[in-house]
């Protein structure tokens, strides 16, 4: 192998989904895109291909205006919120009981403190959603305001490296929203009980995505899935999150464009992790959880490659034959080690639903999460192309492996 060209092909469709595609978010042109060169990609490999379609939502965003008198404020508008044009009376809260005892209607509504802590979970999103999250959306949606702004700080286990945070990212709640800085929230607060402006262009747009499913083998067998979300959140190129993970699994194709056996391998691009209703993901369950009896174990690639860090691999519930050729082929690449399980990413999908699963990533993980994922700063200088090569022939050298026993 010539492993200088292998390389190359990794910079290439590195350049391909981060620079030429100018957005990868679900819904978008850009995205729509992405997986198409990632299905020509595989059928020009040999492999057998399909889709899974599903309705989305992409946004359209323009100009905010939020001023008391002649004071203006820095806010932005929350991902897949409604746009408005209002002229009302500044009301706050900060915590349950201040938000259960307010009058809000047809108010703006400010949000800050405990409220604010974290990102909530959409209403609908199945994989993880808290009770205190919920409580917060039916005492909002009780009360009524005209709209929402939510002063945030940083929360990089749900937000990633964002600051200032959307608090809410729903495109099923209707209430228009809008973020700033904590603060700024500080003093837009000073503002509690005065007239306020609030003006946002926004407006949701229906449009389409799709998972791509790329497989060599039997069907009647027992199966290895790989797989990496190729979505991003809006604003971000995505090069570490995760178009990384996206190469690192077009790689690995064409090491197996010759493969020949009766355990059948899938690639799959998945379309989602970074959308509210994590639509990829459903329909994927919907249509393809009656056969994850078959699925020996699912291999999920998310935020490798990160320059100056090495790729680390944790295990989900793993049988011991697989974790012991893992750890036996991870030993022959430099680049590779063992980390901590870690539970924000699609893997899960797999875990929940008793499949045995293996994650990859960067093992800055926390730092790349903290600093870099879901910004403007995530671009592919970050990316070392030698990592995502020895991911893939990691990868390659398992197969091999468990195929064989």
């Known amino acids: 192998m010539d492993l200088n060209a292998f390389e190359q092909a990794a910079g290439r469709h590195l350049h391909k989904l981060c620079i030429e595609i100018s957005t990868r978010r679900v819904g978008s042109r850009g995205n729509q895109d992405a997986t198409k060169y990632f299905r020509k990609t595989m059928d020009d490999l040999g492999f057998t291909t399909e889709t899974q379609p599903f309705n989305c939502v992409d946004l359209h965003q323009g100009e905010i205006s939020l001023k008391s008198g002649e004071k203006g404020f820095k806010a932005h508008i929350s991902p897949y919120s409604l746009g408005c044009d209002l002229t009302t009376e500044l009301v706050c809260a900060s915590n349950l009981d201040e938000l259960q005892s307010l ?62 945070f959307p608090l809410i ?8 929203s809008a973020f700033m800085t ?38 009647d067998g027992k199966c290895v899935v790989i797989c990496a979300h190729i979505d991003t959140k809006a604003g971000t190129p995505g090069a570490v999150d995760n178009a990384s993970g996206i190469v690192a699994l077009m790689l690995l194709a064409e090491l197996l464009q010759d493969y020949q056996s009766e355990m059948a391998i899938e690639i799959i691009a998945l379309n989602g992790e970074d959308y509210y209703s994590a639509g990829g993901e459903m329909v994927y369950l919907k249509t393809k959880k009656e056969n994850f009896g078959s699925i020996m174990t699912a291999i999920n690639l998310d935020g490798l490659g990160y320059k100056g860090y090495p790729t680390t691999i944790s295990f989900f519930n793993c049988p011991q034959l697989i974790e012991e050729q893992c750890r036996v082929s ?47 700063k995530d671009k592919p200088d970050l990316v070392d192309i030698h990592l995502l090569a020895e991911s893939a022939l990691f990868l390659m050298d398992l197969l091999s492996h468990i195929n064989m026993d």
């Open 330 to 376: 991870i030993n022959k690449f430099p680049t590779l080690t063992i980390g901590e399980p870690w539970y924000q990413s699609d893997h899960m999908v797999f875990v929940m639903n008793q499949v045995p699963a293996i994650a990859i990533t960067t093992a800055a993980f926390v730092e790349m999460e903290t600093t870099i994922a879901h910004t403007e």
């Open 182 to 219: 904590d603060i700024e929230g500080e003093e837009l607060a000073k503002f509690a009980g005065k007239t306020v402006t609030l003006k946002m262009e926004a407006q949701r747009i229906p449009s389409n995505a799709e998972n791509v499913i790329a497989r060599k083998g039997s069907d």
């Open 169 to 176: 990212e729903d495109g099923d709640f209707d209430i228009p």
């Open 103 to 164: 009058e809000a209607e047809g108010k703006i509504l400010l949000l800050k403190g405990d409220l604010t802590k974290e990102q909530l979970m959409p209403k609908n999103f199945i994989f993880y959603n808290p009770e205190s999250h919920q409580q917060i959306y039916r005492l909002l949606e009780a009360k009524h305001p005209a709209a929402i702004v939510a002063a945030t700080g940083r929360n990089p286990e749900l937000a990633g490296a964002s600051y200032p």
